[in-house]
């Protein structure tokens, strides 16, 4: 949902605000509906509790999320979607949230690119971040630092094996 309101963002003026109202209305109706079907809970007030804690988590994703595309950073963009992804869990799979932070980045390039009329349309598709895996682990490999590479540290030892990145199994079922 993120991906899209950035991309809506760059809409007309006239027109951004009024899609961006749409996708939100859209995703809280979801949300209400799956607290009544789903999860049981017909009172009317403890669901706009509910989504009144959601709206307060979404405003704070967005302006997370917002700061690490300003500043161009992957360390703060990281971060904020350490936060919100992963729940901040410290024994969070690096490698992983490396591969969400370049796919979130490739995604908002080729919305960038996509004309206003196919987007309005629904022609986007969305691909697995686990399909960045293998291009962040080998661009890992490539940005030791220099402290690192003076100190023998992924270099091969006596074996010829490097320290490679170790995969964990940690998968997160937020996304």
């Known amino acids: 949902m ?45 669901r706009n509790k509910y989504l009144k804690d959601l709206f307060t988590q979404w405003r704070g994703l967005l302006a997370g999320y917002d700061e690490g595309l300003a500043k161009g950073s992957d360390a703060v963009l990281a971060t904020a979607l350490w936060r919100n992804v992963f729940s901040a869990d410290e024994d969070v799979d690096l490698t992983l949230l490396g591969a969400v932070v370049s796919y979130t980045r490739g995604v908002l390039t080729a919305l960038e690119q996509m004309d206003d009329a196919a987007l309005v349309t629904g022609e986007v598709a969305f691909g697995d971040p686990a399909s960045q895996l293998e291009e962040v682990l080998a661009r890992s490999q490539t940005l030791m630092t220099e402290e690192e590479a003076q100190s023998g540290s992924g270099q091969p030892d006596a074996e010829g094996e490097g320290n490679e990145v170790k995969k964990k199994s940690h998968h997160s079922s937020k996304g």
């Open 2 to 46: 993120y991906l899209l309101t950035v991309r809506i963002r760059v809409f007309a003026p006239t027109q951004a605000p009024i899609w961006h109202q749409h996708l939100l209305d859209h995703f809280f109706y979801a949300a209400e509906e799956r607290m009544e079907i789903m999860h049981g809970i017909q009172a009317r007030s403890v």
